[in-house]
C-alpha cells in the first residue's frame, strides 16, 4: 500500500466526472487500499479516487461505526429523506470549513470491495459522509454548498471533516 498525493481545490481533476469501473482489476484493488490508507493517514473520514487524481467512482468512507470501513465502487443514492446542517471540511481543502445542508438519511446501493452488490443505509455523520464523497465523483465540492462564509478550521467532535 501506499500514500497517494491528495489533489486540493483549484485542480481541474476535481471537476471532472468520474467513469464506472467495469471491474474488479487488480490496479482497482490497489488503487483502493491506497485510498484506505490515505485516508487514514490524513485523519480523514472519507476519501473519492479523484481525490488522489484517478478518475474512477469508487470512494472509502470510515466514520468510525461497526460497519466500516465502507469501501463503494460506482456508488448510487437511492433515497434520501430529512435534512440535517452543519460543518463540513475536505482534504481538498485543507484548513478550511464550512456550513452545509444535506439529508439526514440516504440510502446508497454499489459494489464492495469483492464487486458484489451492497447497500447501506446511513444517517447523521455517515449521510453526509457518502452525499460528499458521492459528490466528488460527479466533480463537486462541498464548497458549492456552503451556506454563509468558508471558515478557517476550528474543528468540533461531531463535524464531518475529511481531514
Ligand atoms: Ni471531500
Known amino acids: 500500500m501506499a500514500i497517494r498525493n491528495i489533489r486540493e481545490q483549484g485542480e481541474e481533476i476535481l471537476g471532472k466526472v468520474c467513469k464506472e469501473v467495469a471491474e474488479l482489476t487488480e490496479r482497482n484493488v490497489i488503487l483502493i487500499n491506497d485510498m484506505l490508507e490515505t485516508m487514514y493517514e490524513a485523519d480523514g473520514v472519507g476519501l473519492a ?3 488522489v487524481g484517478i478518475l474512477k467512482r469508487i470512494v472509502v468512507i470510515d466514520v468510525g461505526d461497526e460497519h466500516g470501513p465502507y469501501i463503494m465502487i ?4 437511492v433515497e ?3 435534512e440535517q446542517t452543519g460543518n463540513e471540511g475536505c482534504l481538498s481543502v485543507p484548513g478550511k470549513t464550512g456550513i452545509v445542508t444535506r439529508p ?3 440510502k446508497a446501493v454499489y459494489l464492495d470491495e469483492k464487486f458484489e452488490p451492497a447497500e447501506v443505509e446511513g444517517t447523521g455523520l455517515l449521510a453526509r459522509a457518502i452525499c460528499h464523497e458521492l459528490d466528488h465523483l460527479d466533480g463537486h ?3 458549492e454548498k456552503v451556506e454563509g462564509p468558508l471558515m478557517d478550521v476550528a474543528p468540533l467532535d461531531d463535524d464531518y471533516e475529511e481531514e
Not at 460506482?74 to 443514492?77: A, L, S
Open 80 to 82: 434520501s429523506s430529512g
Open 74 to 77: 460506482n456508488p448510487r443514492i
Open 49 to 51: 479516487a479523484p481525490q
Open 141 to 143: 465540492l462541498y464548497v
Open 104 to 106: 439526514d438519511y440516504v
